[in-house]
Nanobody
Framework: QMRLVESGGGLVQSGGSLRLSCAAS????????IAWFRQAPGKEREGVAC????????YYADSVKGRFTMSRDDAANTVYLHMKSLTLDDTGVYYC?????????????????????WGQGTQVTVSP
């Protein structure tokens, strides 16, 4: 069964760093665009970062640009989200997802319905 499993979340102080992992089973991550979404309590799920399947072109939401970076490890079939300078606003459940329509682009790159496989999420809590 194809699935994604996130890990690496936890409690971190404001200004700290975390690295989230997204490991795939039964399919090869390299062939797909992958995105990270997050959802804070009482808020809608929002896309924060995505990476293209072939050239690794990446894109970041304004709220995380310059602080978050995505990378791939093809041997481990894993995608990472490197987060630094964390703030209270970064608190939430972080999900990775597989893009079903090729290469993400434009205003629709984080359209939730275009992602066909989701992980269970990992909690990130930033404390003052």
């Amino acid at each position: 069964q194809m699935r994604l499993v996130e890990s690496g979340g936890g409690l971190v102080q404001s200004g700290g760093s975390l690295r989230l992992s997204c490991a795939a089973s039964e399919f090869t991550l390299r062939y797909y665009g992958i995105a990270w979404f997050r959802q804070a309590p009482g808020k809608e799920r929002e896309g924060v970062a995505c990476i293209a399947p072939t050239d690794d072109m990446d894109y970041y939401a304004d709220s995380v640009k310059g602080r978050f970076t995505m990378s791939r490890d093809d041997a481990a079939n894993t995608v990472y989200l490197h987060m630094k300078s964390l703030t209270l606003d970064d608190t939430g459940v972080y999900y990775c997802a597989r893009y079903a329509l090729g290469v993400q682009s434009g205003a629709a790159r984080f359209r939730v319905e275009d992602y066909d496989t989701w992980g269970q999420g990992t909690q990130v809590t930033v404390s003052p």
